[in-house]
């Protein structure tokens, strides 16, 4: 299988990309039409999905002639997925604590980069806030918004390295 998508891979890429952005524009529709506020980790991981949907767009203009441009987009993909599963597997260790082992909530993520340095912000994000715990979307009542976001990043991450290496 892995075979024949790699023979397809322009087509793969430009799928997954959209995929990527499909993700993004469902978060925004939960956000806008369901009004479900999104965490600072879900903001983070909006990025990350917008951020992989570009490097599968730019692995996509790769011709494959060009062999290290294309190392360098499967690279892309790699890290970027990474990224995005850490921030997403953060977000669903953060949902499983107990209720007395949640941090506290913290201060909304506009205010902390008009106070803070960028670095300071990430690290505030990443250790995690009481609003982060909340789950309030499942599907099919078993899978946080998160557990989602993490299944599905690892998979596009992992297929994208298998089907763009050269």
Sequence with gaps: ???????????????????????????????????????PLCIFQRVAIVCLGIAFALAAL????????????????????ATG????????????????????????LDYMFDVFPVMEVVRKVLTGSGECAKIDWTFLGVLSMPACVLILILALG??????NRR
């Design 1 to 39: 299988m892995i075979a024949t998508l790699r023979a397809h891979r322009h087509a793969f890429n430009i799928a997954a990309a959209l995929i990527c952005f499909a993700m993004f524009g469902y978060a925004l529709y939960a956000q806008f039409q369901l009004g479900l506020e999104p965490c």
């Design 62 to 81: 790769v011709p494959d002639r060009f062999k290290v441009l294309g190392w360098i987009a499967t690279v892309l993909i790699g890290l970027v997925a």
């Design 85 to 108: 599963a850490a921030i997403a597997g953060r977000h669903v260790y953060i949902q499983s604590l107990p209720a007395d082992k949640v941090p506290a909530c913290g201060s909304p």
């Design 158 to 163: 992992i297929a994208g390295i298998l089907v």
